[in-house]
């Protein structure tokens, strides 16, 4: 399992398809294996906070832990002290 940029409009699609999440989001990140996609997780960033928009995942073990893990060091290397879930 990999991870790995995405679009933000493939990642909208995938959660029109998988979910009802419809919301805005600045940053997005999935986890991949063999060019399939297990999990997306959708991050804002205001300047103020860092905050967790949509997170979702095929039940794929472990996706979830590794798409929070990425989430956290992306708002660390932005500056960001804490994350709202």
Not at 20 to 28: A, K, T
Not at 39 to 44: D, P, Y
Request: aromatic share 10%.
């Amino acid at each position: 399992m990999k991870l790995a940029p995405i679009k933000r409009d493939t990642a909208g699609a995938i959660f029109a398809k998988h979910t009802e999440f419809r919301g805005s989001f600045d940053i997005v990140i999935c986890a991949m294996d063999d060019n399939k996609i297990h999990g997306v997780i959708a991050l804002t960033a205001d300047g103020q906070e860092f905050a967790l928009a949509h997170l979702w995942t095929d039940a794929n073990a472990q996706v979830g832990s590794l798409l929070y893990g990425a989430a956290w060091r992306t708002a660390k290397a932005m500056g960001y002290t804490q994350i709202t879930i």
